[in-house]
């Protein structure tokens, strides 16, 4: 079925550093994939979001990577800041879909 | 401010009683997911309503139940509570089906 997983449940940077945040997803029919911050207490925050016909997407000090051929996924964070410390989820979804599937978040600490 | 409104914010209740929680969505949207997040865990998809009709189903167990209402409003019954069930519950909202979802900031549950 389907499922979308983390590589590192924990990712420990240092203040300036570049962060790399990897996800993989199992459900080659997925074709809108998200990014989310979660702080604590709050509720997810959109960050980034990437559609399959791209391979690359760029936001604020953010990357998204899309590699279709090995189903994976991963968040670029530029010059992390202490604020950047907090859950990140990947999502997944298709076209006509109507669920958001979540994998488990990988947990940033940002080293000051 | 997402602009998803969820209440109660916090909720205590004791076990074999019943509690519900409502959603107000973003202004135009039409969606509406709820999820389940347990301490330190993930987000598991409970179910989604498109104007009014369920649309898909996640780990939702058959205490729990929800609705749609023609306002768009949603709100989520959790029935006969158990201590496992204490958890955030998040409410989302997107304006179609496979859109970005905006999270609310959640409600806490505690089943003592």
């Known amino acids: 079925g389907e499922n979308v997983g983390l590589h590192l449940p924990t990712l420990s940077v240092q203040e300036g550093d570049n962060s790399i945040i990897n996800c993989a997803y199992s459900n080659s029919a997925s074709d809108y994939f998200i990014w989310y911050k979660q702080e604590s207490g709050k509720g997810p925050q959109f960050i980034i979001d990437i559609r399959s016909n791209m391979d690359k997407r760029q936001g604020q000090r953010v990357t998204v990577l899309l590699n279709k051929t090995v189903k994976h996924l991963s968040l670029q964070i530029a010059a992390t800041q202490p604020g950047d410390s907090a859950v990140y989820f990947c999502a997944e979804n298709e076209t006509g879909g109507f669920k958001t599937i979540f994998g488990a978040g990988t947990r940033l600490f940002v080293k000051a | 401010d997402s602009g998803v409104t969820q209440t109660p914010k916090h909720l205590i209740t004791a076990t074999g009683q019943r509690v519900t929680l409502r959603c107000s969505p973003r202004s135009g949207d039409l969606s509406v997911y709820w999820y389940q997040q347990s301490l330190d865990q993930g987000l598991q998809f409970l179910i989604h309503?498109?104007?009014?009709?369920?649309?898909a189903k996640g780990n939702i167990l058959e205490r729990f139940s929800a609705q749609q209402f023609p306002d768009l409003h949603s709100e989520l019954n959790l029935s006969s509570l158990e201590l496992g069930d204490s958890a955030l519950y998040f409410c989302?909202?997107?304006?179609?089906?496979?859109?970005?979802?905006?999270f609310g900031e959640g409600s806490w549950l505690t089943v003592v």
């Open positions: 309503y498109y104007n009014g009709e369920e649309r």
């Open positions: 989302a909202s997107s304006v179609g089906r496979a859109d970005t979802i905006y």
